[in-house]
Nanobody, 115 residues
């Protein structure tokens, strides 16, 4: 089925940048539509950005122009470049396979934006 492992989270000051990585295992990565979600304390999990197997992308309005999702199929990886970070971006960020038969989620990586 495959597994996902996120990395790259941490503490950053407002206006700073981080790059998250989602590394996948398994043989079907190139067929997967992938997405990044986030969940802040006391809030529901929300979609941040998605990228199809063909490379088409979509973004939440709150991150448009600041975040960029990308993928390298040969490395079985999806990336989320986050620039101009704001305190309201603080959350646990999760990677997800969008078109698997059963949901495949990573364990999450914490992003904290604070001065």
């Amino acid at each position: 089925q495959g597994q996902l492992v996120e990395s790259g989270g941490g503490l950053v000051q407002p206006g700073g940048s981080l790059r998250l990585t989602c590394a996948a295992s398994g043989s079907f990565f190139s067929f997967w539509n992938m997405a990044w979600y986030r969940q802040a304390p006391g809030k529901e999990r929300e979609l941040v950005a998605g990228i199809s197997k063909g490379g088409s992308t979509n973004y939440a309005e709150s991150v448009k122009g600041r975040f960029t999702i990308s993928r390298i199929n040969a490395q079985k990886s999806v990336y989320l470049q986050m620039n101009s970070l704001k305190p309201e971006d603080t959350a646990v960020y999760y990677c997800k396979v969008e078109n698997s038969v059963t949901p495949i989620w990573g364990q999450g990586t914490q992003v904290t934006v604070s001065s």
